[in-house]
């Protein structure tokens, strides 16, 4: 079996940098969890209110405050996922924190959470589209054989005095 010629040992695939843990987009994910948290829990009030004012015979209003709450609930649960998925997979920072800024805007349709849900979420968003990870380098060590053969161009032992591949006579 013949030896590579010199230098094709290194025309492999490129390794693919790996993340370290810290540089997972982490204030964004947290940000996200409790603004998806404020809307997830004002959703519900709003559910209840709703329910309440059905039951006090307001009719449509409360079926509409219901309807709103569930969306403001259903939108608190997206933006905690989105959330939790952009910690878990960093490399998909952009979309993610895409989705959980779209997702905390609409949810001012049922105030957000307060408000205080919408801020959060779209600080979250905001800080995960603009995450940038740092992957580690790899380290790339480069093997300088000590003689070349003239004749064929591949590497030899230092103490060899003919080529093992070309037979060539080596000074």
Partial sequence: MAAPQYGSQFTGQPIAPQLSPLDKPTAAFIL?????IFILLWGIVIVAVGVAA???TLGLYGGGVVAIGGLETV???LVIIFGVLLYAMPEHHVVLGVLVLVFSIVSL?????????????????????AHKPTPD?????????????PKCGRAVGPDVKFCSFCGNPLA
């Fill in 75 to 77: 939108l608190g649960l």
């Fill in 137 to 149: 380098q790899p380290t790339v060590v480069y093997v300088q054989p000590s003689r070349i053969c």
């Fill in 109 to 129: 349709i049922g105030l957000g959470g307060l408000i205080i849900g919408f801020i959060l979420g779209l600080i979250g968003g905001a800080l995960g589209i």
């Fill in 54 to 56: 059905e039951n006090q």
């Fill in 32 to 36: 996200s969890l409790i603004g998806g």
